[in-house]
């Protein structure tokens, strides 16, 4: 295993320092937070560049800076191409944005959506996917904060978990989406700068000849573009990454916080700016041969090349970049995750003339038990990032055609939306582990499709439009 950059005090210094920082902008982005609104929406006042910073800034994932690297040594060229396309996602869901806002001027989160739309048992089965995708995601960033911390320095897994949860409960519980906007920001410019200079060091130090031919020698599979798994690889995440965000009230609350007529703008910069991160942080992965570097797990091989080529000062700049795409992630999906079971749990189910004061308070203890329940589940590390979020593919694929045929036409029932989010989910899951998680997302996708297309023929329904105008502010 390759030596740490940083002993633990430096690495202590660093976390506590960068923590710090971070918890006290959310309390001052957040003190003037007094309505549910204002916590969980911002207000829903927010501005294109603050808008495109935060949709990009919360695509940049452990899923960006530590499993497209990890795809990228287990894939090769595939790996890194079939990881990027998740742009698409966004790109998609640019239109929706506008669509939703128009929809519901007053929504709240994508279980709102899918309420009205569909029915109450269509929103059974789609709470449970969201929250099955919601933990898995989670724990996925808890993980990665632990292994960031491990790979660059002398601290255990155990520790730097810990930490990147705590700080990111913290201010997302002073600040509300405010600070995570506002944080994302920041967030976004250091990821950028980061991933660039790194690239640039590695083609520098190692060279684009070098790296072709140490892969050429040791594993020439990753550059067989005929290589099966690595292609089914390829289209299961294009339909992985569509179902992550057509389905996640992370992405539906921002097109309900931004302004009217920024949703579409801002998804579409967001998507063309995150296309090539992935492909950038992947080729830094294939340089780990030339380096002599061997991962103790392949999800660590990112940030021990990246240590490896900038050195101790570099492990530094490594973490600030890495923690940012922890944190710009972790953040939007505590605010994002307690907002639904606060509007569509709390509210819907126990507490249905509850006013904006408790609402509040009942979002703030949320994130607080996420936070809580996240870290239990952290505790053991029982799989690679990559393979724990690919067993979330299974679920949210299943709800891309429901949410779509909802959006635009009138016809699907929740009849048949219920159903093809529960087969799809449930054939993928037997698929995956049946015959390896590169078909789950895939095989979601089109049982929902098969399923969505034999309701509209059997039994089209009507659905009004007006209903979505006529509902009222859930935070009244």
Same mark, same amino acid.
């Given at each position: $295993?390759?030596?740490? !950059?940083?002993?633990?005090?430096?690495?202590?210094?660093?976390?506590?320092?960068?923590?710090?920082?971070?918890?006290?902008?959310?309390?001052?982005?957040?003190?003037?937070?007094?309505?549910?609104?204002?916590?969980?929406?911002?207000?829903?006042?927010? @501005?294109?560049? /603050?808008?495109?910073?935060?949709? $990009?800034?919360?695509?940049?994932?452990?899923?960006?800076?530590?499993?497209?690297? !990890?795809?990228?040594? !287990?894939?090769?060229?595939?790996?890194?191409? @079939?990881?990027?396309?998740?742009?698409?996602?966004?790109?998609?869901? #640019?239109? $929706?944005?506008?669509?939703?806002?128009?929809?519901?001027?007053?929504?709240?989160?994508?279980?709102?959506?899918?309420?009205?739309?569909? @029915?109450?048992?269509?929103?059974?089965?789609?709470?449970?996917?969201?929250?099955?995708?919601?933990?898995?995601?989670?724990?996925?960033?808890?993980? #990665?904060?632990?292994?960031?911390?491990?790979?660059?320095?002398?601290?255990?897994?155990?520790?730097?978990?810990?930490?990147?949860?705590?700080?990111?409960?913290?201010?997302?519980?002073?600040?509300?989406?405010?600070?995570?906007?506002?944080?994302?920001?920041?967030?976004?410019?250091?990821?950028?700068?980061?991933?660039?200079?790194?690239?640039?060091?590695?083609?520098?130090?190692?060279?684009?000849?070098?790296?072709?031919?140490?892969?050429?020698?040791?594993?020439?599979?990753?550059?067989?573009?005929?290589?099966? #798994?690595?292609?089914?690889?390829?289209?299961?995440?294009?339909? &992985?990454?569509?179902?992550?965000?057509?389905?996640?009230?992370?992405?539906?609350?921002?097109?309900?916080?931004?302004?009217?007529?920024?949703?579409?703008?801002?998804?579409?910069?967001?998507?063309?700016?995150?296309?090539?991160?992935?492909?950038?942080?992947?080729?830094?992965?294939?340089?780990?041969?030339?380096?002599?570097?061997?991962?103790?797990? #392949?999800?660590?091989?990112?940030?021990?090349?990246?240590?490896?080529?900038?050195?101790?000062?570099?492990?530094?700049?490594?973490?600030?970049?890495? /923690?940012?795409?922890?944190?710009?992630?972790?953040?939007?999906?505590?605010?994002?995750?307690?907002?639904?079971?606060?509007?569509?749990?709390?509210?819907?189910?126990?507490?249905?003339?509850?006013?904006?004061?408790?609402?509040?308070?009942?979002?703030?203890?949320?994130?607080?038990?996420?936070?809580?329940?996240?870290?239990?589940?952290?505790?053991?590390?029982?799989?690679?990032?990559?393979?724990?979020?690919?067993?979330?593919?299974?679920?949210?694929?299943?709800?891309?055609?429901?949410?779509?045929?909802?959006?635009?036409?009138?016809?699907?029932?929740?009849?048949?939306?219920?159903?093809? $989010?529960?087969?799809?989910?449930?054939?993928?899951?037997?698929?995956?582990?049946?015959?390896? &998680?590169?078909?789950?997302?895939?095989?979601?996708?089109?049982?929902?499709?098969?399923?969505?297309?034999?309701?509209?023929?059997?039994?089209?329904?009507?659905?009004?439009?007006?209903?979505?105008?006529?509902?009222?502010?859930?935070?009244?």
């Amino acid at each position: $295993m390759l030596e740490a !950059q940083l002993d633990a005090s430096v690495a202590m210094f660093i976390l506590l320092g960068f923590g710090l920082l971070w918890v006290a902008f959310g309390w001052f982005l957040g003190r003037n937070n007094r309505s549910i609104d204002d916590f969980a929406l911002a207000g829903r006042n927010v @501005g294109l560049a /603050f808008a495109t910073a935060t949709a $990009m800034a919360t695509w940049i994932t452990s899923n960006t800076t530590l499993v497209a690297p !990890q795809l990228t040594y !287990q894939f090769g060229v595939w790996g890194m191409v @079939g990881y990027s396309m998740a742009a698409l996602g966004l790109l998609l869901f #640019a239109p $929706m944005a506008a669509r939703i806002k128009a929809l519901m001027p007053h929504g709240f989160t994508s279980g709102d959506f899918i309420r009205t739309r569909y @029915g109450k048992s269509a929103w059974w089965v789609f709470m449970l996917i969201s929250l099955c995708y919601a933990i898995g995601w989670l724990v996925s960033l808890g993980m #990665a904060g632990g292994i960031l911390l491990s790979s660059l320095s002398d601290l255990d897994y155990h520790t730097g978990m810990s930490a990147i949860l705590l700080i990111c409960v913290l201010y997302t519980l002073l600040g509300g989406l405010k600070a995570v906007i506002a944080t994302d920001f920041v967030q976004s410019l250091l990821i950028l700068a980061g991933v660039l200079i790194i690239a640039w060091v590695c083609i520098d130090t190692v060279g684009i000849s070098e790296i072709h031919s140490k892969v050429s020698e040791w594993q020439p599979e990753l550059l067989n573009l005929a290589f099966p #798994a690595a292609i089914m690889f390829l289209f299961n995440n294009i339909f &992985f990454g569509i179902g992550e965000i057509f389905h996640s009230n992370v992405w539906w609350s921002r097109a309900f916080a931004f302004k009217a007529g920024i949703g579409r703008r801002a998804y579409f910069t967001a998507g063309l700016l995150w296309l090539p991160i992935p492909i950038v942080t992947g080729f830094i992965a294939l340089s780990a041969m030339s380096l002599g570097i061997v991962p103790p797990s #392949a999800d660590m091989v990112g940030p021990l090349v990246a240590a490896k080529l900038l050195g101790s000062i570099g492990a530094v700049f490594v973490f600030v970049v890495v /923690f940012s795409a922890l944190a710009s992630s972790m953040d939007s999906l505590l605010a994002a995750t307690s907002d639904l079971l606060t509007q569509d749990g709390y509210k819907r189910l126990l507490r249905p003339k509850a006013a904006s004061d408790e609402l509040l308070k009942a979002n703030k203890w949320i994130v607080v038990g996420l936070g809580v329940v996240t870290w239990l589940l952290c505790l053991p590390k029982m799989a690679t990032l990559g393979a724990l979020l690919n067993f979330t593919g299974a679920f949210v694929a299943s709800t891309i055609f429901p949410i779509v045929f909802g959006l635009y036409h009138p016809g699907l029932t929740g009849r048949f939306a219920a159903a093809a $989010m529960a087969l799809g989910t449930l054939c993928s899951l037997i698929l995956y582990f049946s015959i390896g &998680f590169y078909v789950a997302a895939i095989s979601s996708c089109l049982v929902s499709f098969a399923v969505c297309l034999l309701g509209l023929w059997l039994k089209p329904g009507r659905f009004d439009w007006r209903l979505f105008k006529e509902a009222k502010d859930v935070s009244q």
